[in-house]
Nanobody
Framework: QVQPVESGGGLVQAGGSLRLSCTNS????????VGWFRQAPGKEREYVAA????????DVAESVKGRFTISRDNAKNTVSLQMNSLEPEDTAVYYC??????????????????WGQGTLVTVSS
C-alpha cells in the first residue's frame, strides 16, 4: 500500500527554513503524483503544493509561492518540500498525499488516494 510517511517537521524561528520529506517503500510510489497540504489549529486544511509523478508538472499555492519549493527524487522514493523564509502563519501540521492521477498535478483533496499522518511545523516569532 502506498502510505506516505512525512518527516522533517520541527520548531524553527521566523525567517528560518525546513525541508519536509514524504517517502514510501513501495516501488509504485514513484508512479504517484504527490501533494502537500497543511492544517493549522482551528482552520481548514489548506493546499500547499503538488508535483506530478515524473516531475513534469509542479504547482505551489499563492500563499507560499516564492518561499516553498516542491521536488522529488524517484530513485529514492522521496518527495521534498523546501520551506524558506518561514512565517508564524506557516505553523501547521503538514500532510503528504499520493494520487494516482496519470498526468499533471492532482486537483482537489478527493483526487488523492493515500494520506500520511502528518508532521508538525512550528514557526516562532
Amino acid at each position: 500500500q502506498v502510505q506516505p510517511v512525512e518527516s522533517g517537521g520541527g520548531l524553527v524561528q521566523a525567517g528560518g527554513s525546513l525541508r519536509l520529506s514524504c517517502t514510501n517503500s513501495e516501488p509504485t510510489f514513484s508512479h504517484y503524483a504527490v501533494g502537500w497540504f497543511r492544517q493549522a489549529p482551528g482552520k481548514e486544511r489548506e493546499y500547499v503544493a503538488a508535483i506530478s509523478w515524473n516531475s513534469g508538472s509542479t504547482d505551489v499555492a499563492e500563499s507560499v509561492k516564492g518561499r516553498f519549493t516542491i521536488s522529488r527524487d524517484n530513485a529514492k522514493n522521496t518527495v521534498s518540500l523546501q520551506m524558506n523564509s518561514l512565517e508564524p502563519e506557516d505553523t501547521a501540521v503538514y500532510y503528504c498525499a499520493a494520487s494516482a492521477v496519470p498526468f499533471g498535478v492532482p486537483g482537489p483533496p478527493y483526487d488523492y488516494d493515500y494520506w500520511g499522518q502528518g508532521t508538525l511545523v512550528t514557526v516562532s516569532s
